[in-house]
């Protein structure tokens, strides 16, 4: 396997994570729940376009297959990641619940 195709083909087709907080919107008064929606938001739009690429797809039949799957896979990661931060916060609230004050 030739690593020099791995890398073109990630920088032709680069995933961007979706976009989590960053100091500049802590100074603008976006709050945790406020970033949690959007974000919330976004990986609600990518499972929308799997969706379309999928029902696309199957109406015109399979001639950018590549495409639909990269579409799926962005939107299982998406959702997968935000499963992931969600149990991770609930987590986090229930340790904070059973400290002794």
Known sequence: MRIDAIQSYTADHAVTPPKLGQGKDIIKGQSFGQELSSTIK????????????????????PNKIHETMIQLEEADLSTRLLLKVRTKALDAYQEIMRMQF
């Open 42 to 61: 976004g990986v609600n739009e990518r499972q929308l376009q799997a969706d379309r690429a999928m029902a696309t797809g199957a109406v015109e039949g």
